[in-house]
Each structure stands twice: as C-alpha cells, then as structure tokens.
C-alpha cells in the first residue's frame, strides 16, 4: 500500500516512511492510496467474533502487502490488551467506552498500535528510533505508556514545568526505562517549538533517528477504526439506523470513523460535537474553515483552534464538501451545558466524564432532529482523569480507579532544561546513534 499526502495526490511512499516521517514534506497528512472494502459477508460476522478477530481482519486489509500475518496479529495482540464495552446509557443510546486502557483515555489505543509498529518496521535496523514528544498532559502519557519497553525505541517527552496537572505528570515522569522526561522552564509552545527545530536540525538528523508520535500519524489514526467496528457489532440487532457522536479536538478520531464507514462498516451518520472552540461545527454548517486561538475549556484535551486532521476528514469523502456536510453533522457546547449533561447522566445512573458529556450532547440532540436512530457516544477517558470537574458538577467525591492511584504513588524522575534551542540540542547529541 502507497500512502499519499494530502497536499499532492502525486507524492507517495511506503508505509514505513508515512510511519517514521508522521508528516508528508508538503506538510499534507498521509492518507492510504485506496481504501480496502470488507465484504458483506464478514461485516455480517462481526458479531461472533472477538475485537481481537476483528483487529486481524480489519488491520490485515490495510497492511497485509506490507507486514506478514504474524506480523499483523502481533501488533493487533500488542494494541487490544484492554476492552472497550458498550455500554446502554438510555433507550437507545450507548456510551462506547473507550478509557480502560493503561492511561485511562482512548488515545492509549493509537499509541499502543504506534509503538509496536514503529519497533516491526526498524526490526534490525541498526539505529535506535527517539521519539521526540511536546506535551500538555494528555499526549505524553499516551505516547509513554504505549511506547514503554518497546525494543529500539527510546521516547523523550519535553513538558513545561509547573504547567501540567499532577496527575497527567505522573504518567510519564514515574516510569524510567526506554522513557526520559525533560521538565522545561518555560510554556508548552517552548516544547513545541524545541521538538520543531529538533527536527529541522541537520547536525542531530545525521546522527540520530528521530521521529513524532502524535496524532497525524497514519500509526496512531488507523488503528482507532478498530473500535468502531467493535461497537457496531456488539449493539443489538434493531434494524434502525446508527450514528456515532465523536467529541473531537483534532479530529484524529472521528476521522477513523469515517475511515471505518468507507471500509463498509453500516454507520449512517456521525455527529462532530466539539466544545466552543467550533471551527468545525461552523465549518459543517455552511462557513468557511477558519482556524481560530483555542479557547481553555473544562473538556481540555478538545481545546483545538486550528485541527490538525481536518484535511483528512475533506479526503476521505473523495473531496466532496457538500457530502461531508450532509453526512457529519455539527453541533458544540459550553462548560454549564457540558456541567448540565454530567448532572442529568448521573441521574440516569452513568457517570460522563467532560468530552463524553460534549459528545452525549451532540448524540441526544441529533437524535432529537433525526427520530428513529440507535446512537453511540464514544467515552473518550475515565471520569477520574478529569475528577476535579466531575466532583464538582456531581458534589460528590470520585473513586480513582487503581490505575490512576498507582501512578501517583510513583517516583518523579526528570531532568531539568532551559528553554533554549541549544540546551536541548546538547542533551541529543550526547545520545548514541
Ligand atoms: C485527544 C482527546 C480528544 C480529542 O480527540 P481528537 O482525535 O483529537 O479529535 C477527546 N477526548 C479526550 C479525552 C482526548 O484525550
């Protein structure tokens, strides 16, 4: 399989280079060159079958060409070491939740899949790949779990000192092995920015293997289709149409899903619910796409500006604009409705975490435009990530669940850094290749 950039159709290459670039040179996101269809007959079959199975068929369609198929059912058997239950909320509707992971959010599932593959793809190689990560919170501990005791993979995190929940630090300054945390004096676009120029720097890319792990990549994106499938095939058989309703930020995941509709999975709409920073609703009902500065919000892993996947969701309707805003539909919410949907969900007996409680919005008012549907929200993390909110919302003290109190009981291991270029510059160097 070719994957091309979405800024040139013509600019195309293999899988390992989409995977250990992240980004095209034009600066496109990768995008495979065609889009394998199940067939009728094993989408029929989803239902006996486990997500495990279901991962092996789904994956093996897109890359069997290029990886074998112990190769495939090692990185499906890497990735869904965890379940992702739907879960009946009220008549009709069903959380899919995705947060049993070990960071208790759903992007442990693309960093699992991206760590496992980025190991088969350098399979003796002689150099060590170092991801390069900048992160707020959510990112880093994502990216260090999944990548932690993979072989030939040596992961270096850059966060601001003093600007990330404890928490979400945590997550990736207690673990030590292939993973080293760089507690920088200065804000997260200092970290950004330091990563940017890693990478643009021709003395430190002689030398060493450096890559990204964030959500463009075509490793973290594709294998977030796997849930879809899943979900679909445990809801019970009513003969009503489905729609999935994605709280999105860059808008990686509700991608997948579509990426799952165009691989012939039966979803009839999906619902883009956002926060107040709408690029996208706006977008979705008739404006111009306009990034904006983010606005801070309570469903903070959702304050995006200017999406970073947006450029896939035109790709995958073949560029049919007017397709896209007949298929997704948009809708965004504010903290007090956001606050209001984690009351009113409570009362019913489920406990929604902030961007569960944008993306439920979203699903109960299509759903009330649109009678006769079956709809599913995706959970995206465990209400105990985010407990602050939620205790607040609820009056009431959250369990964190044991996962999350683990990691607070561990050791912060760092390392200090300026925020200059040339601090973090000698940290590379003194790295073996
Ligand atoms: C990252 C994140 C999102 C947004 O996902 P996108 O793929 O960026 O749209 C939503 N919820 C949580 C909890 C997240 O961590």
């Not at 990185?75 to 239950?85: I, N, Q, R």
């Not at 200092?190 to 990549?217: G, H, W, Y």
Request: aromatic share 10%; charged share 20%; hydrophobic share 40%.
């Amino acid at each position: 399989m070719k994957y091309y950039s979405t800024n040139n159709p013509e600019h195309r290459v293999g899988l390992s280079e989409a995977v250990i670039k992240g980004l095209a040179p034009d600066q496109g996101l990768y995008m495979p060159e065609t889009i394998p269809v199940l067939s009728t007959e094993l989408i029929q079959k989803l239902p006996e079958m486990s997500f495990r199975e279901i991962g092996y068929a789904v994956i093996g369609a897109l890359f069997s060409e290029d990886l074998s198929q112990s190769q495939i059912k090692e990185l499906v058997d890497h990735t869904l070491v965890f379940d992702a239950p739907v879960v009946k909320v009220e008549e009709d509707v069903y959380s899919l939740e995705l947060f049993h992971g070990p960071t208790l959010a759903f992007k442990d599932f693309g960093a699992r899949f991206c760590s496992k593959l980025m190991s088969l793809l350098l399979a003796g190689s002689e150099k060590k790949v170092r991801v390069l990560v900048a992160t707020s919170g959510d990112t880093g501990s994502a990216v260090a779990n999944g990548f932690l005791g993979v072989e030939g993979v040596e992961v270096i995190i850059l966060f601001p000192k003093g600007k990330v929940s404890q928490l979400q630090e945590k997550q990736f300054t207690t673990l030590g092995q292939n993973i080293t945390a760089l507690e920088v004096d200065g804000v997260f676009d200092d970290c950004q920015r330091m990563v940017k120029e890693a990478f643009l720097d021709p003395e430190l890319n002689q030398s060493l293997l450096l890559t990204s792990a964030n959500s463009i990549n075509i490793a973290r994106w594709i294998p977030q289709a796997l849930y879809y499938f899943y979900a679909w095939s445990r809801l019970p058989k009513t003969g009503k149409k489905i729609v999935f309703s994605v709280p999105s930020g860059n808008f990686g995941n509700l991608g997948a899903g579509i990426l799952a509709q165009r691989m012939g999975l039966p979803i009839d709409y999906f619902v883009a619910a956002t926060n107040v920073n709408k690029v996208v609703p706006d977008y979705l009902s008739g404006e111009c796409f306009l990034a904006k500065p983010s606005i801070q919000t309570i469903s903070n892993s959702m304050d995006v500006g200017n999406p970073s996947n947006f450029s896939r969701l035109i790709a995958l309707f073949g560029g049919d604009e007017s397709l896209l805003r007949e298929k997704v539909k948009g809708y965004f919410y504010d903290d007090s409705e956001t606050v209001g949907a984690i009351q009113k969900v409570k009362a019913l007996g489920y406990v929604l975490d902030p961007h569960g409680a944008v993306g439920y919005l979203g699903l109960k008012d299509f759903m009330k435009e649109n009678p006769g549907f079956v709809g599913v929200f995706l959970e995206t993390a465990h209400p105990g990530k985010f407990h602050e909110v939620v205790e607040e919302a609820l009056g009431l003290q959250l369990e964190l669940p044991d996962r999350l109190a683990q990691f607070l009981k561990g050791k912060k291991n760092v390392l200090s850094l300026g925020k200059d270029f040339g601090d973090f510059k000698e940290f590379l160097k003194k790295l073996e290749a």
